[in-house]
């Protein structure tokens, strides 16, 4: 349920419900918009009558109830206000949200060895990405393939971002590892294998740092809102929703299916903000291109593609991997796509 506030209602007025509402056993949540107060209700409020809710303060405008199964990720959670996720990095803070310019995360699918980060990071930072991303530890389908550097590689990861000032994504794929890369990472990915991981999803629901939610390969839209609902339900509203492919019947010339339907889907129906990946959408180095391109048109708030400095020796994904060279390319014509969009002051255009 959400308690629309009056503009103007006096903050002691807001708080006073609130608290009325904690007496009467719901989890209030204010949230403060451009124009509103709006106060987000969580818990058993299916036994609440809209009408008796409303005598509870004249300065209440509107009670609505939430009718989808995810609630504090909904649009109507918020009133209709998208919401930005900021994220300080040393180079400043960087916003993802709808009315900012779209923000790209590059690097190697694998951190491999301090050469090749710091090399990738400079060269994407040079074209214009606001991230390097670069697993440490990697979620692979055969036990017998790359698993990744794990701890060193978190270092090298520091490194980089010491070297380069831009922000680190990187995955967590267990609880028990999620304090130490929150240590270096400025997001934590969870890849699309944990996207339906609870403890996981709860862990870093319960720390202060951004998260990354990648869909699932086999996970409908609302499944992959009700995981991002685990996390804001422990307290952490920072979550940018990652579409990177699905599985359907054809998979013989791509991947996956990178479902960029997602971008007009999600706007309809929740507040956070959006990441396409179109490296692990398409699995084709050389569809990268189109599908970034489509993905800004179609007005994703971000765009994560995988860079390595040789991608025919990448312990990882190297079929999908852009060299740095023809991510230069890349971050250039996606600057004149997102000039044709009404996104703020384009950032591509750097490049
Ligand atoms: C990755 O980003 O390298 C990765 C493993 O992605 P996904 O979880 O989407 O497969
Ligand atoms: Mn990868």
Same mark, same amino acid.
């Given at each position: 349920?959400?308690?629309?506030?009056?503009?103007?209602?006096?903050?002691?007025?807001?708080?006073?419900?609130?608290?009325?509402?904690?007496?009467?056993?719901?989890?209030?949540?204010?949230?403060?918009?451009?124009?509103?107060?709006?106060?987000?209700?969580?818990?058993?409020?299916?036994?609440?009558?809209?009408?008796?809710?409303?005598?509870?303060?004249?300065?209440?405008?509107?009670?609505?109830?939430?009718?989808?199964?995810?609630?504090?990720?909904?649009?109507?959670?918020?009133?209709?206000?998208?919401?930005?996720?900021?994220?300080?990095?040393?180079?400043?803070?960087?916003?993802?949200?709808?009315?900012?310019?779209?923000?790209?995360?590059?690097?190697?699918? @694998?951190?491999?060895?301090?050469?090749?980060?710091?090399?990738?990071?400079?060269?994407?930072?040079?074209?214009?990405?606001?991230?390097?991303?670069?697993?440490?530890?990697?979620?692979?389908?055969?036990?017998?393939?790359?698993?990744?550097?794990?701890?060193?590689?978190?270092?090298?990861?520091?490194?980089?971002?010491?070297?380069?000032?831009?922000?680190?994504?990187?995955?967590?794929?267990?609880?028990?590892?999620?304090?130490?890369?929150?240590?270096?990472?400025?997001?934590?990915?969870?890849?699309?294998?944990?996207?339906?991981?609870?403890?996981?999803?709860?862990?870093?629901?319960?720390?202060?740092?951004?998260?990354?939610?990648?869909?699932?390969?086999?996970?409908?839209?609302?499944?992959?809102?009700?995981?991002?609902?685990?996390?804001?339900?422990?307290?952490?509203?920072?979550?940018?929703?990652?579409?990177?492919?699905?599985?359907?019947?054809?998979?013989?010339?791509?991947?996956?299916?990178?479902?960029?339907?997602?971008?007009?889907?999600?706007? @309809?129906?929740?507040?956070?903000?959006?990441?396409?990946?179109?490296?692990?959408?398409?699995?084709?180095?050389?569809?990268?291109? @189109?599908?970034?391109?489509?993905?800004?048109?179609?007005?994703?708030?971000?765009?994560?593609?995988?860079?390595?400095?040789?991608?025919?020796?990448?312990?990882?994904?190297?079929?999908?991997?852009?060299?740095?060279?023809?991510?230069?390319?890349?971050?250039?014509?996606?600057?004149?796509?997102?000039?044709?969009?009404?996104?703020?002051?384009?950032?591509?255009?750097?490049?």
């Amino acid at each position: 349920m959400i308690v629309v506030m009056k503009s103007g209602t006096p903050e002691a007025e807001v708080n006073r419900l609130g608290s009325e509402f904690e007496e009467l056993g719901l989890t209030p949540e204010k949230i403060v918009g451009a124009h509103k107060v709006v106060i987000g209700l969580v818990g058993d409020t299916a036994s609440f009558d809209i009408a008796r809710v409303q005598e509870l303060s004249p300065w209440i405008e509107d009670v609505l109830r939430v009718e989808k199964p995810y609630k504090r990720v909904s649009l109507e959670y918020r009133h209709g206000e998208y919401s930005d996720v900021v994220v300080p990095t040393p180079n400043g803070d960087v916003i993802f949200g709808p009315n900012h310019p779209v923000v790209v995360v590059a690097g190697p699918c @694998s951190v491999e060895n301090e050469a090749m980060i710091v090399e990738t990071a400079l060269r994407v930072k040079a074209a214009g990405a606001k991230f390097l991303r670069g697993g440490a530890y990697k979620p692979r389908t055969s036990p017998y393939a790359f698993q990744g550097h794990g701890e060193s590689a978190l270092h090298l990861l520091a490194a980089a971002r010491e070297a380069s000032g831009l922000g680190i994504i990187t995955e967590v794929m267990d609880t028990a590892d999620v304090e130490k890369i929150a240590e270096v990472a400025d997001v934590l990915q969870i890849g699309a294998r944990n996207m339906q991981n609870f403890a996981l999803l709860k862990k870093v629901g319960a720390q202060d740092k951004p998260v990354l939610l990648k869909r699932g390969m086999a996970a409908t839209i609302d499944d992959w809102l009700m995981a991002a609902e685990y996390v804001l339900s422990e307290g952490n509203a920072n979550v940018i929703l990652c579409e990177r492919g699905i599985r359907t019947f054809d998979s013989k010339y791509t991947r996956n299916i990178l479902d960029l339907s997602v971008v007009p889907v999600l706007r @309809s129906l929740t507040h956070l903000p959006m990441m396409i990946d179109p490296s692990h959408g398409t699995g084709v180095s050389d569809f990268v291109l @189109s599908m970034a391109k489509a993905a800004i048109a179609v007005g994703t708030d971000s765009l994560m593609i995988e860079v390595h400095p040789n991608p025919a020796k990448a312990l990882s994904d190297g079929p999908q991997s852009l060299t740095p060279d023809a991510f230069d390319h890349v971050m250039k014509e996606l600057a004149k796509v997102e000039k044709l969009t009404d996104r703020a002051q384009p950032a591509l255009a750097i490049a």
